[in-house]
């Protein structure tokens, strides 16, 4: 169909195009509540002079709002009113088709379609934008501001249509136009902003935020080749660079006029003034990309500002390129540029280590830069830096933008002229951390000398702040038990290894001098007083002989003697040297930044994000600082949308849920979920959960089809493990169960077999990190399985094992409305919270797991007989470790059998003995089952059982999938963020008029 067709422009002073009518109206009727205010704020929105597509209906639709507005008609039914017809819409997609072109004109195909329907919804969205941040800033509102490495999105024209009612519309509309809107959908590629569960859950806070009405914005790096795309080979993982830019982005809107400098390098020097400047170096610009981000059923539209970098032009060296030097002409702009690549980049070598702390850096001086312009700009005139907490909140999400808390201090200091106690105040009353990890690894540390040559004014302000620490540490403990407060410091300190500053020096030995004074003053009281008590007792006693007299002087010089040397020993106490003994550093080792530790002395606020993380990190992680500072901890279990996660990727389930509970009101307000517990026994109800569950299973096996080539049944049970390949994740755990059941499979008749196993299709999805050795051994092992079982005729539907590549959101929309048993098995106490097990549960899938992270709260919810429960507990994890390095562990016989079967080459000619040698020995880096596979096997093949035993009775297995459902209720994320809203941010609700 031809994209110009039944076009009608004109020139015009209005908006663009049919629905930037509909926006227009809208302001319209608003004004007559809001009156001069709002004419101010729409005004600035309103562009003077362009072109318009216009059509009937949607003239008419206009007059009627404004007749229904100037009669005082209920102001909802009125905007309903406005909601663009499916014939606005296909105007509005023909306008972006001619006059936004991305492709040819010659042809409406597929992805020309999805980017003129991207390109109409985003109108709408940049019209609520405006409005949303005009109002904002009229009222002069705080405002949270959420930094996070990874924004992992998912698509976005679903959700944004979704979230803004439309979906029926633009279904419509596509349809007028010769496409399906599914069709349309599917050619939007997945944002390459994140990796994981941290990601996902920055995305989620988005969506919450938003339709929460809460004041906020989110801030990453606009990466052009994201994190790596998955291809599965005969040799395993493979990875090669994301395209998801390179056919460019209609979600995002480039801000010319937004960018700012950012430094690397260069020195510090004492100005006349007295201020320190950061001079010289290595100088380029980020630039803000804007991606606006819709709540659901509100005007409210807030923004997710990326940073992509650049140099200016004089960077360019154009002598050397005119010389025939390209390479050296290119430089610049090269080092530039690849700082927003890659996300994570390897960080084995010196320059991957220095290329990652450019990341870090640049998302935290450019998002401060412009978090500091948009509070001067609304200060309208004399700033008042005081007010600056009362307006501004800053979340790092993780340790990633943990320079914020030295940026915003430079920023204050040396650009604003604040002072270091006004600065250092301000600082710690903005700045907030979530901490996401307790493994060793995550809590990042970097090398002293790597930021020393980065970032030498920054290196400064952190050994400013790490005095600030000493302090508070000091003025807590004293400094008599200098072994005590070493212990202390070893454990709080931001630098590692590093020596004490000088203040603190002459602190400490000054203490020293008082003690020893002290001391030595109080032993010559004490001996004064026996010389007393001697003298008043040998007066009682008779006159001594003449040959006592002669004796006695000579035993006077000898304990006279002896009480000279005494004092001579105690003279070589020297307080410098016992200082230094107790405080010296080691030089074989490396001199290192705690950028955790950092967080916790530099903020307001520390949160876990599951009631057991949130536990250890007060328990183990940070408990010398929960001490010291108990108020600053708190938790905030993570959440999920339950709009992206049950109504737009399982609609069948989401109207059943509405039917059932009588309205849409649970997709706000989840806790209504928890009304279908009584239901969950109806015959009625059952029938359509199971129906629904098999429309979502039968998607699967298509899906699985065309990515993979496997045939699988949707009569079998859907058993997935979808997230991060890691090791304490324990997909080495799931497979190795798996491989038990075909080998136990193997040794029987067809009929036991059958008699036996409930069949099952077991799904894998995830990405091990490029460098990450043994991570990827585990994804080879995983397709050698599914190679050797889904290709051996005795065991046929019974057992399948796939592999899914490259997974991402888009994957997971497909795969987890249709799973019915999801894998959740990390080593107790080491996952932080998790959020696919919420996204699970929601979709009534059964959980099999331990109790770590969020699933212990997640069992508390659905009921502990609706989990499936095995392994060690956290608290039981230290010893169990101590024990296997004392040679006391004793492994079940099925674990030794299961891991001689993987040696002896059934599953190919891959040598997998590196992967085996993992789980043996009692110590060793790689060695000794450091995550308890071995351990936890015999307890998860047991339970296992359990699962089959209750899929064989479908009735309560249903219900069970219903009462988990029910009891996910609170894990909406707009649960979390209005906690931290309440809790950490200090901000509220502000709903446009």
Known sequence: MEASSALRISHSSCSIS????????????????????????????????????????????????????????????????????????????????????SFSPERFELPKA???????VRDMLIVNWNATYNYYEQLNVKQAYYLSMEFLQGRALLNAIGNLELTGAYAEALTKLGHNLEDVAKQEPDAALGNGGLGRLASCFLDSMATLNYPAWG??????????????????????AE?????????????????????????????????????????????????????YKTQTTINLRLWSTKISSEGFNLQAFNAGEHTKAYEAMTRAEKICYILYPGDESYDGKTLRLKQQYTLCSASLQDIIARFEKRSEGAVNWDSFP??????????????????????????????????????????????????????????LNLLQELLPRHVEIIRLIDEELINDIVDEYGTENLEMLKEKLKQMRI?????????????????????????????????????????????????????????????????????ADNSKKKEVKDPKKIVSSAFETDPKQAQLVRMANLCVAGGHAVNGVAEIHTDIVKREVFNEFYKLWPEKFQNKTNGVTPRRWIKFCNPELSRIITKWIGSEDWLTNTEKLVELRKFADNDELQSEWREAKMSNKKKIVSFIKDKTGYNVSPEAMFDVQIKRIHEYKRQLLNILGIVYRYKKMKEMSPEERQKKYVPRVCIFGGKAFATYIQ????????????????????????????????????????????????????????????????????????????????????????????FFLFGARADEIAALREERAKGKFVPDPRFEEVKAYVRSGVFGPYNYNDLMGSLEGNEGYGRADYFLVGKDFPDYI??????????????????????????????????????????????????LP
């Not at 089959?948 to 009891?967: C, F, H, P, V």
């Open 243 to 295: 395209n998801w830019l390179e056919m460019g982005n209609p979600w995002e809107i480039v801000r010319n006029d937004i960018f700012y400098p950012i430094k690397f390098y260069g020195e510090v020097i004492q100005g006349a003034n007295g201020r320190k400047e950061w001079a010289g170096g290595e100088s380029i610009i980020a630039v803000g990309y804007d991606v606006p981000i819709p709540g």
């Open 18 to 101: 049919s629905v930037a009518l509909f926006a227009k109206s809208k302001g319209r009727s608003r004004h007559l509540k809001w009156r001069s205010a709002s004419r101010k704020s729409m005004s600035s929105v309103r562009p003077r002079r362009c072109f318009v597509v216009t059509n009937v209906a949607s003239e008419k639709q206009t007059r009627n709002l404004e007749d229904s507005a100037v009669l005082g008609e209920d102001e909802d039914e009125g905007l309903d009113a406005l909601r663009p017809d499916s014939s606005s819409i296909v105007s509005s997609i023909k306008y972006h088709a001619e006059f936004s072109p």
């Open 219 to 240: 801030y990453g790096l606009r990466y052009r080749y994201g994190l790596f795309k998955q291809l599965i080979t005969k040799n395993g993982q493979e990875e090669v």
């Open 775 to 866: 991570a990827k051994r585990i994804v080879k092992f995983i397709t050698d399985v599914g190679a050797t079982i889904n290709h051996d005729p005795d065991i046929g539907d019974l057992l399948k094992v796939v592999f899914v590549p490259d997974y991402n959101v888009s994957i997971a929309e497909v795969l987890i409305p249709g799973s019915e048993l999801s894998q959740h098995i990390s080593t107790a106490g080491m996952e932080a919270s998790g959020t696919s097990n919420m996204k699970f549960a929601m979709n009534g899938c059964l959980l099999i797991g331990t109790l770590d992270g969020a699933n212990v709260e997640i069992r508390q919810e659905v009921g502990e007989d609706n």
């Open 114 to 120: 999805y980017y003129a329907t991207a390109e109409s």
């Open 942 to 991: 047991e339970c296992q059982d359990k699962v089959d035993e209750a899929y064989r009775n479908q009735k309560t297995w249903t219900r069970m999938s219903i009462l988990n459902t029910a009891g996910s209720y609170k894990f909406s994320s707009d649960r979390t963020i209005h906690q931290y809203a309440r809790d950490i941010w200090g901000i509220e609700a502000v709903t």
């Open 390 to 447: 009362d307006k501004v909140a800053v979340q790092m999400n993780d340790t990633h933008p943990t320079l914020c808390i030295p940026e915003l201090l430079r920023i204050l200091v040396d650009v604003k002229g604040l002072s270091w106690k006004e600065a250092w105040n301000i600082t710690k009353r903005t700045v907030a951390y979530t901490n996401h990890t307790v493994l060793p690894e995550a809590l990042e540390k970097w090398s």
């Open 495 to 563: 630098l590692d290894n590093i020596e004490l500053p000088s203040s603190v020096l002459e602190s400490l030995i000054e203490s020293q001098e008082r003690l020893i004074k002290n001391s030595v003053e109080e032993e010559e009281e004490q001996e004064e007083e026996e010389e007393g008590k001697e003298g008043s007792e040998s007066s009682k006693v008779a006159k001594p002989t003449a040959k006592e007299e002669i004796k006695n002087p000579k035993e006077d010089v000898k304990s006279k003697g002896k009480k």
